[in-house]
């Protein structure tokens, strides 16, 4: 492999970490794909990234179980929907126009339904 593809897969690599810690946080942004991303450029790029990523305390856990059981712990779940429905509902309840509070349910459901549909470790 050149070593400019290898400094690219790093690089975005690192975008999609940054991505996947802010879809923590952020409900509406997808964390496990982009953690998955991450994993995937890092094993071919650079072993040691990797290794780091998947030994962190905060994210490791979480792609390891994604992808050795495609699976959720529960109290994942239980976290993400909670944090999921507060914000939609905050965001709801503080916007005017009512097509953006219909659109905030539709997503909410939305969401709710996908994170369901993984198995429960």
């Keep these: 492999m050149s070593k400019l593809k290898k400094i690219f897969l790093i690089v975005c690599g690192s975008i999609f970490l940054a ?47 994604y992808q050795q059981n495609k699976g959720i712990r529960k109290s994942i779940k239980i976290y993400v929907l909670s944090l999921l429905w507060t914000t939609i509902t905050l965001s709801a309840v503080f916007t005017g126009a009512i097509w953006i509070k219909i659109m905030l349910l539709c997503v909410a459901v939305g969401v709710t339904i996908h994170i369901s549909t993984f198995k429960t470790l």
Excluded: E, H, M
Excluded at 41 to 47: E, G, V
Excluded at 50 to 61: A, E, F, I, T
């Design 19 to 65: 991505l996947g810690i802010l879809g923590i946080f952020l409900p509406l942004l997808p964390t496990t794909p982009f953690l998955l991303l991450t994993a995937a450029c890092y094993a071919r790029s650079s072993k040691k990234l990797l290794k780091k990523l998947l030994d962190n305390r905060l994210v490791g856990k979480y792609i390891t179980d």
